[in-house]
């Protein structure tokens, strides 16, 4: 029973049952319509026939008619009327008697005119004369059930037959009489029955082979598939997502099936998730770095999480504030009360006090948990431990004020600067020993104002990009303008980035260095007195000896030729100007050098430096050789500090070869000092090289130091090298030494060239 239950219950059932009902109702109309049409050709078929045959037996006794023949009439009838079917043949004269019949007993009987043969045409007055062909058909039914059909059809008046003795007064009629053919039914309704059979057989046979086509095709194709995939849903509500519903069709069933699979492995990764994600969660909520609890309405904390768990130790069922605080009533102010009464997130801070006396302290935030119909039927419990935040916050005020007396107390000037504009933001107390100003003239301004006007435009980009900053030049409140140094880093102040700007004042130690280097100046100068002297002898005597000349001349009162007075005038005015250059240039370099740069050709400082020592050179029989660079850029410089560099340089050369050559001539050897200039990666480079005693390598490493010096005593200050090394680095050079002893040193002098530099940086180092 269950099963006959679901079979009716399903799917194909119905389409059957229903497809079922259709096609019967198709087939039973077609059945239907096709009987009736058959019936209605086979009734006219033998219509046509019963009235060919009328008009055969009226054209058959037409000629017996006109002869009044009635014997031959009677016979003509009642011969016709022995084929098969026929029942009746009669022939009415106008007054409706029968005048011939194939049943005798009828002959010279009078009809009705209005029985059913005669009312086709006798219901109207006058009488039709034309009527119907179906309208003169009847259909009647005898005794013993049989069928008729019978047919009137007129036998009109024609002229031949006013001419007889039997219709002379019948002229002007139209009709004379009527023929009636009667004819039974019964093969045509045979017939008719037999067709309808067949025709009903088809149609069974008809539905129930297609049902059965159709009924396998439902359970092949539809059934079958559905039960499958049901299968296959049923076991992916079961969880058991490795069944896969196998329909290898490209249909709509199989498309159905392969969603259904691709909705199973989705279901299946999404199961997946989800219960990774209830992993995680659960994970999240035991293992969550904070206190977490979930409340009834009542206080009672219905779940906690570990850290809840191992902090307190609670019990199923205590109230919160006993959990928390160990205490029997609730506290005044419920952030979990709040959100019962609102269904809003609330925060609060709460506090409580150890068995040890020490405060704990710790934020509360509470959420609603809400079912489907949107009530508050919980909620949960959020608490951060800020214990060691509040600690750390009193230790951080403690730091920050002992950085800020630091920060006052630091010997040296301390800036700090917004990065975008350079606005001093704070500084410490230092700034007022150092530059004058008292803290409150200088947090607000910039820190450019400390900066002479014309050097103010390239440093914004030289303090953000450069970490430190040398022998910049600044103006104290009295407009005295000092020397710093300056180191910058990056910060932060107040939550925004910042730069530390300390700043060490130098101006005495310049003042010292430039005393000393202007002392090292005038030993050269005095080292170097012989040989001026020498130079200024030279261009002394050719005087002397032209103004002796001349005195001559004029005592003797002798007369000078205008070409030798032109000579001498020349002369005297050349040897003037050299001896003058010479006086100048020592002059220039004896004075006190400012520190600044300044585009200069290191080759016109080389040669200039050379000038000093051509004639001395001569005289000493070293030879120098040039080989400059004539395409060298300019570098940014002072040329006659730089010259300084180039005569200690110099002078160290030609004691080293003059060294060598005390100690015993080398022979083939000549006394050679190189002096070179080229590029060298980029940098503007120039050597001097000598073929002297060379440096040991244990010294090497001292060259540089302050005092250090391989000279004899009285020959040397060892302020020399010192000097030359500070200057170069001021310049941001190099200098090096390359060595071999016995051989000769070469000092090889290294800087960059001046379009390294931005014009940023040109303004700035004009300072």
């Known amino acids: 029973m269950q099963r006959i239950f679901h079979i009716y219950k399903s799917l194909s059932f119905r389409l059957l049952f229903w497809f079922g009902i259709i096609l019967l109702a198709s087939i039973a109309a077609w059945v239907f319509f096709d009987i009736r049409v058959q019936r209605q050709k086979v009734l006219e078929n033998t219509i046509a026939g019963v009235e060919r045959l009328g008009n055969t037996i009226r054209l058959g006794t037409h000629y017996a008619m006109m002869l009044n023949s009635r014997d031959d009439i009677s016979r003509i009838t009642e011969k016709v009327a022995t084929q098969k079917g026929i029942k009746r043949i009669r022939i009415y004269n106008k007054e409706g008697r029968v005048k011939h019949s194939n049943v005798r007993e009828e002959v010279e009987k009078t009809t009705n005119i209005m029985a059913v043969a005669c009312h086709v045409c006798h219901k109207q007055s006058p009488p039709l004369e034309e009527v119907d062909l179906w309208q003169r058909v009847r259909i009647s039914t005898s005794d013993n059930g049989e069928r008729r059909l019978g047919l009137i059809s007129t036998i009109p008046n024609e002229p031949g037959c006013t001419s007889t003795s039997c219709h002379t007064d019948s002229s002007e009629k139209k009709i004379l009489g009527l023929l009636d053919v009667v004819v039974s039914m019964d093969e045509l309704d045979s017939e008719i029955l037999a067709y309808e059979r067949r025709i009903i057989g088809i149609g069974l046979a008809l539905f129930l082979g297609s049902g059965t086509v159709i009924g396998f095709f439902l359970v092949r194709y539809i059934n079958h598939p559905i039960r499958n995939m049901i299968a296959g849903t049923r076991h992916i509500g079961n969880g058991e997502y490795d069944y896969e519903i196998e329909i290898d069709r490209d249909d709509e069933m199989g498309q159905l099936a392969e969603a259904i699979n691709q909705m199973r492995e989705e279901i299946a990764g999404k199961q997946l998730e989800i219960k990774q994600n209830w992993h995680e969660y659960q994970q999240l909520f035991e293992e969550a770095p904070c206190y977490i609890t979930v409340q009834g309405r009542d206080l009672k904390i219905i779940r906690y999480n570990r850290e809840f768990a191992e902090r307190f130790s609670p019990e199923r069922g205590d109230f919160c504030y006993k959990a928390y605080k160990g205490r029997s009533e609730r506290c005044e102010i419920c952030p979990v009360l709040k959100t019962f ?345 120039a050597s001097i090289t000598d073929n002297g005693t060379g440096i040991p390598g244990a010294i090497l490493d001292k060259l540089f130091e302050p005092f250090f010096t391989t000279k004899k005593a009285g020959k040397g200050t060892g302020l020399g090298l010192s000097i030359s090394y500070g200057i170069v680095s001021d310049y941001d050079g190099t200098i090096n030494v390359k060595t071999e002893e016995g051989k000769g040193s070469s000092f090889i002098v290294r800087f960059p060239t001046g379009s390294e530099s931005s014009e940023d940086d040109e303004d700035a180092a004009r300072g």
């Not at 407009?479 to 107040?494: L, P």
């Not at 000078?560 to 370099?589: G, Y």
């Not at 050098?593 to 016109?604: A, D, G, L, M």
């Open 341 to 685: 009464e609102d269904g809003e997130p609330h925060y609060s801070e709460e506090a409580a006090t150890n068995k040890d006396g020490t405060q704990t302290y710790w934020m509360v935030k509470t959420s609603p948990i809400r079912n489907s119909k949107g009530e508050v039927i919980a909620a949960i419990e959020m608490s951060l431990d800020l214990t060691n935040l509040r600690t750390l916050e009193r230790e951080v005020q403690r730091s920050e004020e002992k950085y800020r007396i630091i920060f006052n107390t630091i010997p040296n000037p301390l800036f700090v600067l917004s990065c975008e504009h350079l606005t001093i933001l704070d500084c410490n107390q230092s700034v007022t020993a150092v530059y004058g100003f008292d803290k409150e003239d200088l947090v607000g301004t910039s820190f450019l104002s400390l900066m002479e006007g014309a050097d103010r435009q390239g440093y914004p980009s030289m303090l953000k990009d450069k970490g430190s900053i040398d022998r910049m030049k600044q103006i104290r409140k009295d407009g005295t303008a000092i020397f710093v140094n300056i180191r910058i880093a990056n910060s932060e102040y107040s939550g925004r980035k910042v730069f530390l700007v300390t700043t060490s004042d130098i101006t005495a130690r310049l003042l010292a260095e430039q005393q000393l280097i202007q002392a090292s100046k005038m030993a050269t100068l005095g080292e170097m007195a012989t040989g001026m002297a020498h130079e200024l002898n030279q261009p002394l005597s050719v005087i002397k000896t032209a103004c002796g000349f001349l005195n001559r001349k004029v005592i003797r009162d002798e007369p000078i030729e205008r070409d030798i007075l032109r000579t001498m005038s020349q002369e005297i005015d050349s040897h003037v100007d050299r001896a003058s250059k010479i006086i100048n240039h020592m002059r220039e370099f004896g004075r006190k050098s400012e520190v600044s740069k300044e585009k200069t050709q290191i080759n016109q400082v080389l040669i200039k430096s050379l000038d000093f020592f051509q004639q001395q050179l001569k005289l000493r029989e070293i030879e120098v050789v040039l080989d400059l660079d004539s395409n060298l850029p300019l570098i940014w410089a002072d040329a006659n500090r730089l010259e300084q560099v180039f005569i200690n340089l110099l002078i160290n050369a030609r004691d080293a070869i003059e060294r060598k050559w005390e100690e015993g001539r080398p022979e083939q050897e000549t006394k050679r000092i190189l002096l070179k200039t080229s590029m060298e990666e980029g940098m503007v480079s």
